[in-house]
């Protein structure tokens, strides 16, 4: 079997602040994805990548950047937090047809 | 527009009684799966069931693509079933976009 890590596990960040969240799999995964979870909004897609050095925008990509320099690796910029923030930053890789999910990055902004 | 439409929004049962949850989405799709998830916990796939129904311990899933909808079905529930039920549909062709429903959030009392 493989895992999912995403670090930091919590992000507190200031207004304006440039924050990165990684994620590694070891399941050698092609495709990887990053979500955000509000609370009473379910989980939108922010970026997903097909391969290593791919990038692909989702619906909620404006404010972010990502980067997939390696195939176990992907990582997600804010690239300028928003005060009072809060969400969760949930990271996924995909088989054939099942999605797995990492454990998450709670962010704050003061 | 919800483009995943789950119900209900929340549920409570008596331990040992059967759950049965239900999704619709707006699109057709050809990839569904079920999700849970506790308070603060990781996203734990449940099942991939595209079509026709499936079944994994406790859990069956039922999914009528002609009629865009899927169901998933605990039977004797034990309150560590307890926590979010949420289904996603995969939104154009095989890259694993997933929309996701806004989840049913079910409670077991002993």
């Known amino acids: 079997g493989g895992i999912i890590t995403q670090t930091p596990k919590f992000l507190i960040g200031q207004e304006g602040q440039k924050l990165t969240l990684k994620c590694q799999q070891n399941?050698?995964?092609?495709?990887m994805y990053w979500y955000r979870q509000d609370s009473g909004k379910g989980l939108r897609l922010i970026y997903y990548?097909?391969?290593?050095?791919?990038?692909q925008k989702g619906d909620l990509s404006e404010g972010y950047d990502a980067s997939r320099e390696k195939k176990s690796s992907f990582s997600l910029t804010v690239t300028s937090a928003q005060k009072n923030e809060m969400a969760v930053f949930l990271c996924a890789s995909r088989t054939d047809y099942e999605q797995y999910f990492g454990p998450g990055t709670r962010l704050t902004v003061l | 527009e919800q483009q995943v439409q789950q119900s209900p929004a929340s549920l409570v049962l008596q331990e040992a009684e059967n759950a049965e949850l239900q999704c619709s989405f707006s699109i057709f799709t050809n990839q569904v799966q079920w999700f849970y998830q506790r308070p603060g916990g990781r996203l734990v796939s449940l099942l991939y069931n595209p079509s026709g129904t499936k079944q994994s311990g406790r859990l069956t899933s039922t999914t009528v693509i002609k009629e865009r909808r899927s169901s998933l079905h605990i039977s004797s529930s034990q309150i560590t079933d307890s926590g979010t039920y949420l289904c996603?549909?995969?939104?154009?062709?095989?890259?694993?976009?997933?929309?996701f429903g806004q989840g049913t959030k079910l409670s077991i009392k002993p």
């Open positions: 996603a549909m995969e939104r154009g062709y095989n890259q694993g976009k997933l929309i």
């Open positions: 990548s097909i391969t290593e050095n791919d990038l």
């Open positions: 399941f050698n995964h092609d495709t």
